[in-house]
């Protein structure tokens, strides 16, 4: 009896798996899982019978578990941890899952979506189940990189608008749990002449550039306190709890970041910055409303001298307001002729007379009058119009500076100062070959004035000199003083003179230190046998003390501010005819 009993079980257990054969053999063809399919690439596939005994187990998903055919086969699937579960459910309790995403193989670094349901004879019963591996890690990366991107600046790895504005949201909640506590401040912060870094430099160096400001800000934060990149030079700080006084101590705090000089390629690079400070609930209700007062603050800022902090004022909205008129006017004001040149003498120190002109653009607006380039000349940057306004200007300085001679007064140089996009322009040899010709100025009466900043790519600076010096044009570095010039790269470059920064002369009086950097900047010059040029001389004493030290020409207000050109006519030009 006990034979015969041992005999069913036997024959029970081999119907059993042939059934179970049988009903998998039926999966394979109802799901197109023959031979080549079950150790194909796509998927990996399990099939256990009803004991959880796994019977069916392919190479993709030995390559997906990370584990060996030979040590799961007849082995109990729960002990499969990563998709063990799933199966015995449909086992146990005959579910269904479907896209399960799960990670798998041996550091679980691989993503995976599961299918695994139960599977029946044809008498509808439980035999086992089957389970299903897809592969997605390229996907969920992907998918991945799409969210990051999505959210975060790529650049500075730091939040961007839009996580921004979503955070905003949800701290400016229907709960508002920052009106009782102070509120919330937005510093909406621009990079003062970032293009001109970028310019001179090249966008490497200049994202170098912000990837260490943003590690100088993010290393300035306090608790709760997030930044984000919401512009190419532009950023947004947002401080929780802040009151009236506390949006002072935050100004503060950022403005003092730019104190120290940012290294680049072994130069000091002195940064400033604009902010934008407003306030919530005060200033705005809605993350957008809140972000545009700042916004408004900074432009404000801006436009009056950079380098400080602005808080959010409702009289701002009206500057605002004025401002969409100016850009509005200024995209016409060429087209209209309202654009003219002014002109300030360079008075020689042994004669007194006039040796020189500079050309400096002034915009004669029909209802404000007399706007100053500070005001337009962003505008022309920000419109993309500053090319066009360069080459106004060189052209009229030297049409100006030709009829003068045609007029019978003694011939002197007229310099043209250049913006940053105009010296890294590539058009800029051909322009100037170009408006000499059609202007019949011969070269040598034109001079060419870039900034110290400017020539700080010295790779592209000093060949575009040596071409400009080729042509017979002058060349002066202006503001020199204040940028970095290598004193290696300065007997490079091809110019003919340097201009003092006007910040060192209003302070020889003030100061010893500013004395002794304005009398060694001229035995200097003179050592690399180049003229010196003092800017911004306003009083006899100044006027002595560059006299005393062999300066060879002065030019500001103690002589003359800039004026049309009929007065330098009157003024000047006509003492040399005498």
């Not at 019949?440 to 010295?458: D, F, P, Q, R, S």
């Not at 000199?465 to 503001?479: H, P, T």
């Not at 003083?481 to 110019?495: D, E, R």
Request: proline share 2%.
């Amino acid at each position: 009896m006990k034979t015969e009993r041992k005999w069913l079980a036997e024959e029970d257990e081999n119907k059993g798996h042939t059934a179970i054969a049988k009903i998998v053999e039926e999966n394979r063809v109802l799901l197109s899982m023959n031979k080549a399919l079950m150790d194909n690439d796509q998927f990996g596939i399990l099939v256990t019978d009803l004991d959880g005994t796994v019977m069916e187990f392919n190479r993709t998903a030995e390559n997906l578990l990370g584990k060996k055919a030979d040590h799961v086969l007849g082995s109990y699937i729960g002990n499969i941890q990563e998709i063990g579960q799933y199966v015995v459910e449909a086992l146990t309790a005959e579910k269904r899952f479907e896209k399960i995403h799960v990670f798998v193989g041996r550091k679980l670094e691989q993503a995976s979506l599961v299918d695994t349901f139960p599977l029946y004879d044809e008498d509808s019963r439980l035999v086992g189940a089957f389970a299903q591996l897809h592969d997605i890690t390229e996907v969920c990366r992907v998918h991945e990189r799409f969210n990051y991107l999505t959210n975060y600046d790529e650049l500075t790895g730091i939040p961007n608008r839009k996580f921004l504005e979503s955070i905003l949201a949800e701290w400016m909640g229907e709960d508002a749990r920052y009106q009782d506590k102070g509120g919330l401040t937005v510093v909406h912060l621009g990079l003062d002449r970032f293009k001109v870094v970028n310019d001179t430099l090249g966008y490497a160096d200049g994202n170098d550039v912000l990837k260490k400001i943003v590690q100088r800000l993010q290393s300035s934060l306090k608790t709760h306190e997030l930044i984000a990149r919401v512009g190419g030079d532009e950023f947004i700080i947002v401080a929780p709890y802040a009151d009236a006084w506390e949006n002072e101590q935050i100004g503060e705090r950022l403005h003092t970041l730019f104190n120290e000089p940012f290294m680049i390629k072994g130069y000091e690079f002195h940064m400033t910055a604009s902010m934008g400070i407003a306030l919530y609930p005060d200033d705005a209700s809605t993350p957008e409303d809140l972000l545009f007062k700042a916004e408004v603050a900074k432009s404000y800022a801006e436009r009056n001298g950079k380098n400080q902090f602005v808080l959010y004022t409702k009289r701002l909205d009206f500057d605002s307001h004025e401002r969409i008129l100016l850009e509005a006017s200024f995209r016409k004001a060429m087209d209209l002729n309202e654009l003219v040149l002014h002109y300030q003498p360079k008075i020689d120190m042994k004669t007194g007379l006039i040796s020189g002109i500079e050309a400096l653009v002034r915009w004669q607006h029909p209802e404000k009058g007399l706007i100053s380039p500070t005001e337009f000349i962003p505008l022309a940057e920000e419109l993309g119009l500053i090319s066009r306004l360069d080459e106004w200007v060189l052209r009229e300085a030297c049409e100006q500076n030709k009829r003068w001679q045609e007029m019978g007064f003694t011939p002197m140089s007229v310099a043209v100062n250049l913006s940053s996009s105009q010296f890294m322009s590539h058009k800029l040899i051909r322009l100037v070959e170009t408006i000499l010709k059609e202007t019949g100025l011969e070269a040598e009466y034109l001079e060419l004035e870039i900034t110290e900043t400017m020539a700080m790519n010295v790779n592209y600076a000093i060949p575009t000199l040596k071409r400009l010096n080729a042509l017979g044009v002058q060349i002066s570095l202006d503001d020199f003083g204040t940028g970095y010039s290598s004193m290696n790269y300065l007997t490079k470059f091809a110019i003919d003179s340097l201009k003092i920064d006007r910040s060192f002369i209003w302070n020889i009086e003030k100061g010893e230190s500013d004395s002794i950097i304005v009398s060694t900047m001229i035995r200097m010059a003179h050592g690399l046998g180049l003229k010196v040029i003092a800017e911004g001389v306003e009083d006899t004493k100044q006027l002595q003390f560059l006299n005393e030290h062999g300066c060879d020409e002065v030019q500001g207000f103690i002589f003359s501010k800039p004026v049309p050109a009929e007065e330098i006519e009157s003024q000047f030009l006509a003492t040399l005819n005498g």
